[in-house]
């Protein structure tokens, strides 16, 4: 079956968008580990949703690197040149979740930083609005 790439796009941008979401309420409370990962994965679909459709391939599953996925739109749309500071969200891929990701600590007491957690919002939303132009 053929799959309609325009809503497929629009599937994977639904659940970043959504996901952002979430993750802002996980950072107002004080769930930073957590919302961390949540931005990354947001900044994440976001650019699937938008590699999907421009590139009309499932090829952009191959990473999880939003440093990968940025520099796949930078050659489709100059535009993302914007958002490259965004690929500093790849740091919280792993280890925001698991403890042998951070060798001697404890995510969900590591991560304690409400800066950090806002810093990542905003990286995450710029990827997010960016993607949301786009696909108009």
């Known amino acids: 079956m053929k799959r309609n790439h325009e809503k497929e796009a629009l599937r994977w941008f639904t659940q970043a968008s959504d996901e952002f979401n979430d993750a802002d309420d996980l950072r107002k409370m004080k769930k930073f580990y957590l919302a961390l990962f949540h931005f990354q994965q947001a900044g994440e679909k976001a650019l699937i949703a938008f ?8 090829d952009v599953f191959y990473t999880h690197s ?10 489709i749309d100059s535009d993302f040149e ?14 925001t979740r698991y403890p042998n990701g951070l060798p001697g600590g404890i995510p969900s007491r590591f991560f304690d930083d409400p800066k950090e957690a806002e810093d990542a919002m905003l990286l995450a939303k710029k990827i997010v609005d960016l993607v949301e132009i786009k696909l108009k």
Not at 66 to 71: C, G, K, N, R, T
Not at 82 to 95: A, E, F, G, T
Request: aromatic share 10%; hydrophobic share 40%; no cysteine.
């Open 66 to 75: 939003i440093a990968d996925l940025s520099e796949m739109a930078i050659e």
């Open 82 to 95: 914007d958002i490259n500071p965004s690929k500093k969200l790849d740091q919280y891929y792993i280890p």
């Open 51 to 58: 590699l999907y459709l421009k590139l009309k391939s499932r």
